[in-house]
T-cell receptor
Framework: AQRVTQPEKLLSVFKGAPVELKCNYSYSGSPELFWYVQYSRQRLQLLLR??SRESIKGFTADLNKGETSFHLKKPFAQEEDSAMYYCALSGGNFNKFYFGSGTKLNVKP | NAGVMQNPRHLVRRRGQEARLRCSPM?????VYWYRQLPEEGLKFMVYLQKENIIDESGMPKERFSAEFPKEGPSILRIQQVVRGDSAAYFC????????????FGPGTRLTVT
């Protein structure tokens, strides 16, 4: 079955600390992985896509097919990174997306 | 570009009534996705539509739910004979035809069934 798991509901770190938001997936084909972010009182928006291999706002994510993981990392968290983060998965035709339940990141001053 | 619009933002219906949720995609976007979010859960895919076509409706309940995206006008998610379990936030997202992976989300409609 296709599934995206985000094991942490809440992650609290201090400003300047490294942060890693975990995402594991289960998918029978060749997946496309994404991270979405929702800042307070804003809409859900795409943060990054694994295939682009970009760093957005200092965040990176590497697809590890052996461990079926796509963890989101940032070496030095900032207070403005506080938000809900959702990991999502799709097949190559993008007909359907599976979202994890989300991790709330709280960066403390 | 005003972004994806959804209306109403809040909708209250009594059990047995019909709910109609509207989604106006961004200009130039011909793909629309509908999702449902229950409290403390992630988004659950419901249906994917392109103009006048349903591409994938595997996430839609078999009864009472329907969706359309006509040639003109917004996409509509219709829930007939609502029950308490339909209470949720419903989100739509649109994407351009050449980048269907790039979803732009609306603000959502919160449906409450009393």
């Amino acid at each position: 079955a296709q599934r995206v798991t985000q094991p942490e509901k809440l992650l609290s770190v201090f400003k300047g600390a490294p942060v890693e938001l975990k995402c594991n997936y289960s998918y029978s084909g060749s997946p496309e992985l994404f991270w979405y972010v929702q800042y307070s009182r804003q809409r859900l928006q795409l943060l990054l896509r694994h295939i682009s291999r970009e760093s957005i706002k200092g965040f990176t994510a590497d697809l590890n097919k052996g461990e079926t993981s796509f963890h989101l990392k940032k070496p030095f968290a900032q207070e403005e990174d506080s938000a809900m983060y959702y990991c999502a998965l799709s097949g190559g035709n993008f007909n359907k997306f599976y979202f994890g339940s989300g991790t709330k990141l709280n960066v403390k001053p | 570009n005003a972004g994806v619009m959804q209306n109403p933002r809040h909708l209250v219906r009594r059990r047995g009534q019909e709910a109609r949720l509207r989604c106006s995609p961004m200009k130039g976007h011909s793909h629309v996705y509908w999702y449902r979010q229950l409290p403390e859960e992630g988004l659950k895919f419901m249906v994917y539509l392109q103009k006048e076509n349903i591409i994938d409706e595997s996430g839609m309940p078999k009864e009472r739910f329907s969706a359309e995206f006509p040639k003109e006008g917004p996409s509509i998610l219709r829930i007939q004979q609502v029950v308490r379990g339909d209470s949720a936030a419903y989100f739509c997202a649109s994407s351009p035809p050449t980048k269907s992976y790039e979803q732009y989300f609306g603000p959502g409609t919160r449906l409450t069934v009393t």
